[in-house]
């Protein structure tokens, strides 16, 4: 009896769709699981050390942050300002959040990151500066301590 030769080696491939569709249920889980609560913290920023600080309990609905520095400035989103110009941002932002449908402006929470070396009284001016513009909501922002 003879036997058929066979005419090359042939080539086997492996199927690279199920682990091709496990990456990209890895990075959705990721993306999804990420929490991005740091992503509007200034790093210059150092919080003071408080007991009586806790993590937030949920997620704010409309927050805006302002980081007090120790220089006497004050950071609204991308901006770096002193506290005399901060009266007109605050107003463009409660124009805009009252032109949305879904929140009311006063409905806003304005979350204070103030530096360990900011003053005080810089601290409670702008939240009367953010009062005489109409928000009413305030977080104060401290680190917890750490039991030793």
Request: contains cysteine; charged residues 30%.
């Amino acid at each position: 009896m003879r036997l058929a030769k066979s005419l090359g080696t042939a080539l086997v491939e492996m199927d690279m769709t199920p682990m091709i569709d496990v990456t990209f249920q890895l990075i959705i889980f990721f993306m999804l699981a990420i929490s991005f609560a740091e992503a509007d913290q200034d790093q210059r920023i150092k919080l003071p050390l408080s007991e009586l600080a806790k993590p937030p309990e949920g997620q704010l609905e409309t927050p805006l942050t302002l980081q007090l520095t120790d220089q006497r400035t004050i950071i609204f989103g991308a901006q770096e300002v002193t506290l005399d110009r901060l009266k007109p941002l605050l107003e463009v932002e409660w124009e805009l959040l009252s032109r949305r449908r879904k929140t009311e402006p006063r409905d806003a929470t304005i979350v204070l990151r103030g530096d360990r070396d900011a003053p005080v009284g810089e601290v409670q001016q702008v939240m009367r500066i953010c009062q005489e513009v109409g928000f009413e909501q305030f977080i104060l922002r401290a680190r917890q301590e750490q039991p030793q």
